[in-house]
C-alpha cells in the first residue's frame, strides 16, 4: 500500500492513523474469539502496520540523507585540502 501510495502521491510527511471499526456493543462474555480477534486486527494491528511502514521509509530517507552528508562533507575537505596543497590563485605581494 505505502509503495503505491508513495509512486502516485509522493512521499509520506504525515500520518494520521486513525482508523478502526465499531461493533454493537456486547458483554465481554458474549464476545466470540472471532469478534474479538477481528476488533483487534482492525483496530490495533492495522495500527501497528502502518506505522511500522511509515517508520520504515523514514528510517530509510535518514540512511540515504546521511550518506549523502557524509559524501558531500568529504568531497569539501578533499576539495579544501586540494585548494590549499596547491594553490591557483596565490597573491605575491
Not at 482492525?42 to 506505522?51: A, K
Not at 562533507?73 to 590549499?84: M, S, V, Y
Request: net charge negative.
Amino acid at each position: 500500500m505505502f509503495s503505491i501510495v508513495d509512486k502516485e502521491l509522493g512521499a509520506i510527511s504525515v500520518l494520521v492513523n486513525n482508523a478502526g471499526i465499531l461493533k454493537q456493543q456486547s458483554r465481554l462474555e458474549e464476545m466470540t474469539a472471532d469478534r474479538i480477534n477481528e476488533i483487534l486486527f482492525n483496530n490495533v494491528t492495522s495500527y501497528f502496520i502502518c506505522s511500522r511502514e511509515v517508520v520504515n521509509v523514514c528510517l530509510l530517507v535518514m540512511v540515504v540523507m546521511a550518506a549523502y552528508e557524509a559524501a558531500h562533507e568529504n568531497a569539501k575537505a578533499f576539495h579544501d585540502k586540494c585548494e590549499n596543497d596547491h594553490p591557483t590563485n596565490s597573491s605575491v605581494g
